[in-house]
């Protein structure tokens, strides 16, 4: 299908590869022993480029869709609607003081927005953002993603405790507890899409979903398993993502602001774009794991380049979870927990035997029902189990009597 | 020997010296997790990407996390007056002295017994999943009872205090 289409019309080649040769044409300059490095480092720019572009617009979206949900304006002063607020945001960041409490463990306090700030960059090395348009095509991608995503985790202790205040370490505490309970499913819910697909590398993940019945593509979320690990996998990266209504970790109205309390200026724009940055990867993850990645949705939209379809995707993704932090409220520690323990672990291992059933049922029709019965029965049997009424009771303190 | 090899040793022993001679325990368990980091960037070295990941996963990702969470939860967090160096540290480094002779030993005796190889070997992601299914799947099925039955212990012992209601 693609190479018909790409052998029909230069062009659409030429529009879907512009920046690999973009790229190529500007290593084409320098001499042929420089050029690997050269080329990884005009991706490494790239990466480094949009993806801040991306969580300047976001910021801006974000409030804006806000705002309409809420029925205000949102930002609309600085610029055409408010545009350009984005750009006072950072200068008014960057010229703010710089205060570390007097108590806090400076060098701690000062590693800890670099850490994560880094180590979420790195996530983005192995994401394939377009045919061809992959930084390192590693063998063990996911593997590699979730090596840094476990990674963040530390940071945010090491802001927590090095502030030497108490709202900053509660919120550290439950920020990690938090991301070490989500990490699990959102481990499993992946390793579904490894057991179909045979293999870590996220390249070759999107291209066994870049296939087409009629106009339809083979993407991972159109099987029974597939959607059960992708709804599992959305409600693991939002709570990885400390989004509402998982944001605990910095609820305003209990903790002022979590685990980054004590930063402000430049080091809390860090920790801001971090938050983003890892939504960003978190999400192209999941678009690359369930949502066939860049290929196209049906088949005669081949024809739109590849980046395109990757990144709308990804904004797909941004936009339900502002949607979703517009309108749920805040979960409670207990329930958060009990759901993450009791409802969606379980789940998940289930869903890894219905994919194992789904591996070797072989194609036809009956595995379809086979799969979906057993998930939806799991799901009502283990909803009516789990989440019945009795278990909302009185609230039983532990220490705080 | 390249340098990158020579300049991952160096943090991967700097963060392991600053883990016994910090004071602080919470640093100490920060500069343990240097040291998992330049292990873990020494496996990427050689080639070694399913352990260098899963080096970082597990040992960062859950180990320090573990150890911070027991510093935290023990008020270890606070310093001692009386500093927090063992007394016996002297006997300590001769065990850990003894035990990186024997490693070593071990590590130097087995070079000559494996047959010199021309090509380096090489191990993929998908060469370890399968001898890990396969050749190797009952001491990773006792592995699994292993650990099913630390966490069950693990549940055993957080439930004791529920057992004597206030």
Redesign the interface.
């Known amino acids: 299908m693609i190479a018909a289409s790409a052998a029909a019309n230069p062009f659409i080649v030429d529009a879907d590869q512009v920046f690999v040769l973009l790229r190529d044409w500007l290593v084409g300059f320098l001499p042929a022993a420089l050029r690997p490095a050269a080329g990884a480092v005009l991706g490494v720019i790239a990466i480094v480029c949009v993806f801040p572009g991306l969580f300047a617009l976001t910021t801006v979206f974000e409030r804006k869709g806000l705002g309409r949900m809420q029925n205000r304006l949102g930002p609309n002063r600085v610029g055409p609607f408010g545009f350009f607020q984005p750009i006072a945001d950072g200068i008014k960041s960057l010229t703010k003081e710089d205060i570390v409490p007097l108590r806090a ?1 400076a060098v ?1 306090h000062f590693l800890a927005p670099l850490v994560l700030v880094a180590t979420v960059f790195m996530g983005f090395a192995v994401l394939p953002m377009g045919r061809n348009m992959v930084l390192v095509d ?3 991608g996911l ?2 993603f ?6 963040t ?2 940071s945010i ?2 802001a927590g ?1 090095s502030s030497r205040n108490k709202y900053s ?1 509660l919120g550290a ?1 439950r920020a ?1 507890a938090q991301m ?1 309970s989500y ?1 699990v499913v959102l481990l499993l819910s992946s390793v579904s899409v490894v057991m179909i697909s045979g293999s ?1 590398s996220l390249s070759k993940i999107v291209a066994a979903q870049d296939q087409y019945s009629g106009v339809f593509p083979h993407w991972y979320i159109f099987t029974p398993w597939g959607l059960a690990g992708f709804l599992v996998f959305a409600i693991a990266a939002t709570a990885e993502t400390n989004r509402s209504p998982f944001d605990l970790p910095e609820g305003e109205s209990e903790l002022v602001a979590g685990y980054h309390i004590e930063y402000s200026g430049f080091k809390f724009a860090l920790f801001f774009l971090g938050e983003y940055l890892a939504m960003f990867s978190i999400s192209g993850l999941g678009t690359t794991l369930f949502l066939g990645g860049w290929s196209a949705p049906f088949s005669f939209l081949a024809w739109v380049p590849s980046w395109i379809w990757f990144f709308g995707k990804v904004m797909l993704f941004i936009f339900v979870f502002i949607w979703m932090r517009g309108t749920l409220p805040r979960l409670r520690q207990d329930q958060l927990m009990n759901f993450a323990w009791k409802f969606v672990l379980p789940f998940t291992l289930l869903n890894l035997v219905v994919t194992a059933l789904w591996r070797f049922m072989g194609p036809g029709w009956s595995r379809w029902i086979v799969c979906s019965l057993i998930l939806l029965a799991a799901y009502v049997v283990m909803g009516r189990l789990e989440m019945r009424s009795d278990h909302f009771g009185r609230r039983s303190y532990r220490y705080a009597e | 020997m390249s340098a990158i090899f020579y300049l991952l040793a160096v943090i991967t022993l700097a963060g392991g010296l600053a883990t016994v001679l910090l004071k602080q325990l919470v640093h100490c368990a920060l500069a343990a997790t240097v040291a998992f980091a330049g292990l873990a960037l020494l496996f990427l070295q050689l080639d070694a990407q399913f352990a260098g990941f899963a080096q970082i996963l597990v040992y960062i990702g859950a180990v320090a996390i573990l150890i911070v969470f027991a510093i935290l939860l023990t008020h270890g967090s606070h310093m001692p007056k009386d500093g927090v160096f063992s007394r016996s540290w002297a006997l300590g480094l001769v065990i850990a002295a003894g035990v990186f002779a024997i490693l070593g030993w071990a590590v130097l005796a087995g070079i000559s017994a494996v047959p010199r190889q021309n090509a380096p070997p090489s191990a993929t992601v998908r060469d370890i999943g399968e001898a890990l299914v396969g050749r190797y799947v009952l001491p990773l099925e006792i592995v699994a009872l292993l650990l099913t039955a630390a966490t069950i212990g693990a549940v055993v012992v957080a439930m004791h205090e529920k057992a004597s209601p206030r």
């Open positions: 463990n701690v590693m063998d063990a593997l590699f979730f090596a840094m995503g476990a990674a985790e530390l202790f090491m405790w370490l505490m990690v070490i990490e870590l």
